[in-house]
Nanobody, 119 residues
Framework: QVRLVESGGGSVQTGGSLRLSCGVF????????MGWFRQAPGKEREEVAT???????YYSDSVKGRFTISQDNAKNILYLQMNNLQPEDTAMYYC?????????????WGQGTQVTVSS
């Protein structure tokens, strides 16, 4: 059974940094798309950053240059380094994984971790 567990959220001031972690358990597929999504109150879930088993990475325009997605394959951990955080980055952040494609219909999701950025 695949299980994703996020951690690392919290409250920071504008311009601050946070690193989110997502422990991936029980994932045995040879290919994957793993990524970070976020959802603010009253808004749709947004794809933030994804990484494919090929090594390709994708970032939304809103976080490009500020966020970095990475992974530690040995420890099965997915990271999201977030720098220069802005109030509009405030949201619940989720990690997701799927054997074939990224997006809101990914097969596996974590429970989320809250990020709050105050001005």
């Amino acid at each position: 059974q695949v299980r994703l567990v996020e951690s690392g959220g919290g409250s920071v001031q504008t311009g601050g940094s946070l690193r989110l972690s997502c422990g991936v358990f029980g994932y045995s597929y040879s290919t994957y798309c793993m990524g970070w999504f976020r959802q603010a109150p009253g808004k749709e879930r947004e794809e933030v950053a994804t990484i494919l088993s090929s090594g390709d990475r994708y970032y939304s325009d809103s976080v490009k240059g500020r966020f970095t997605i990475s992974q530690d394959n040995a420890k099965n951990i997915l990271y999201l380094q977030m720098n220069n955080l802005q109030p509009e980055d405030t949201a619940m952040y989720y990690c997701a994984a799927d054997p074939t494609s990224c997006g809101p219909h990914a097969s596996y999701w974590g429970q989320g971790t809250q990020v709050t950025v105050s001005s």
